[in-house]
């Protein structure tokens, strides 16, 4: 019998009040750029997810899935607003269960953080969509001349039933699709992180202004999914500090917004919440390669050593965590389950390699290896080897 002792990451766990999970490792939500099929997965698709459940994965949640039309630089991200698209979808899902796996789908709306010339929207003749007139810095569009970036045609939010119910069609279709639940995807730069924040909110409505109003329009996107999936099979990603798309705030108002939503969301016994700490200072990255850099402009700068984790929201947790790192936490009982991004791209057996004290493979194959360019998709994206068996 093996002396090894087994880490904490393989231990069993529920998820909200009925989601058995096989061990508190979760594959995290990754746009890679492959649903070349319409915005709809494809073989290579149903492969990916299928061999990381077949590993083992406790959780898996789906790349961003848009709600409806976008605008985004990734020409081939999937969309979740007709029949089609579930249809698709339920042959991912099914895969997964197949392998003993559990899958969420994350709900994704980009907010500002779109260019109108995106053949999406210009096809659909349909408008970029955000809490307010400000353009997001940065951005850049490869499939036109000059990689233009995000756009200052920004066309105000007025009827907000029109997004709610965008929200609640999407979320009612991944249900159709076989998912087991909802994440809700309210970080990042895109538009629920859009309506937290002063610097991408200057409504003068009841979804701006106070702390309360700019975390009202989250709170009831919240609700809208909870109606349809119950509060259990529904988590969030937040990232309190981020700095994503001309995201960086200063820490009093960091410390304000999510003192007051956190709370909010505890209240709704949601499965989990989805705690990032992008933006924040935790060493030279992992990942060099590929990743952004995590710093902040001046007036937004973070008290030394800050992170976001606390005994309120200590749930889930995911940016560039380590094994150790996430073993030492759950043996504090500081979180319950940890997020891995990148490494689950570049290694479809990484909970073997947990299980075995394997170090995980890295990326070696450029910054390409999300968006492509690519002639068969299946490149950098189900071609990573796998560790020497024992």
């Known amino acids: 019998m093996s002396s090894r002792k087994i880490s904490p990451l393989l231990q069993p766990c529920t998820l909200g009040a009925s989601i058995p999970l096989r061990n508190r490792i979760c594959m995290g939500a990754m746009t890679r750029n492959r649903c070349i099929d319409n915005n709809k997965p494809t073989e290579a698709s149903v492969r990916h997810y299928a061999d990381r459940a077949r590993d083992g994965a406790g959780l898996i949640v789906a790349e961003g899935i848009f709600i409806y039309f976008h605008g985004t630089d990734y020409l081939h991200a999937p969309v979740m607003f007709k029949e089609e698209h579930a249809h698709a979808w339920q042959k991912v899902t099914h895969a997964v269960h197949h392998e003993g796996g559990k899958i969420f789908f994350q709900a994704w709306h980009a907010g500002r953080a779109q260019n109108e010339n995106m053949p999406m929207l210009q096809d659909n003749n349909y408008p970029v969509l955000a809490p307010s007139k400000i353009t997001a810095a940065g951005g850049k569009y490869r499939p036109h001349l000059g990689k233009p970036g995000h756009t200052s045609h920004i066309t105000e939010i007025i009827d907000v039933n029109e997004i709610f119910e965008?929200?609640?069609?999407?979320?009612?279709?991944?249900?159709?699709?076989?998912?087991?639940?909802?994440?809700?995807?309210?970080?990042?730069?895109?538009?629920?992180?859009?309506?937290?924040?002063?610097?991408?909110?200057?409504?003068?409505?009841?979804?701006?202004?106070?702390?309360?109003?700019?975390?009202?329009?989250?709170?009831?996107?919240v609700d809208a999914i909870v109606e349809v999936w119950g509060s259990t099979a529904v988590g969030i990603k937040i990232c309190p500090c981020d700095n994503m798309f001309d995201t960086a705030v200063p820490y009093e108002e960091v410390t304000e917004t999510y003192s007051y939503l956190v709370p909010k969301l505890v209240d709704r016994k949601l499965a989990y919440i989805n705690l990032s700490r992008r933006g924040c200072d935790t060493g030279p990255s992992q990942y060099p390669v590929d990743t952004f850099v995590n710093?902040?402009?001046?007036?937004?700068?973070?008290?030394?050593?800050?992170?976001?984790?606390?005994?309120?929201?200590?749930?889930?947790?995911?940016?560039?965590?380590?094994?150790?790192?996430?073993?030492?936490?759950?043996?504090?009982?500081?979180?319950?389950?940890?997020?891995?991004?990148?490494?689950?791209?570049?290694?479809?057996?990484?909970?073997?390699?947990?299980?075995?004290?394997?170090?995980?493979?890295?990326?070696?194959?450029?910054?390409?290896?999300?968006?492509?360019?690519?002639?068969?998709?299946?490149?950098?994206?189900?071609?990573?080897?796998?560790?020497?068996?024992?």
């Open 166 to 221: 965008q929200y609640r069609n999407s979320v009612s279709l991944a249900k159709k699709a076989g998912f087991d639940g909802v994440e809700i995807l309210a970080q990042g730069g895109y538009l629920l992180h859009n309506f937290l924040l002063s610097r991408t909110n200057q409504r003068t409505d009841k979804y701006g202004g106070s702390v309360e109003n700019c975390c009202r329009f989250v709170l009831e996107i």
């Open 295 to 390: 710093t902040r402009p001046a007036g937004t700068e973070l008290p030394p050593g800050y992170e976001p984790l606390d005994d309120q929201t200590s749930l889930m947790v995911n940016q560039e965590y380590t094994v150790a790192e996430a073993e030492r936490l759950l043996q504090a009982e500081k979180i319950d389950l940890v997020c891995f991004g990148r490494p689950f791209i570049y290694n479809p057996d990484l909970v073997t390699r947990i299980r075995r004290k394997i170090p995980f493979a890295t990326n070696d194959r450029g910054t390409q290896v999300s968006y492509g360019p690519y002639e068969d998709p299946n490149e950098n994206y189900n071609d990573w080897p796998y560790a020497a068996r024992e």
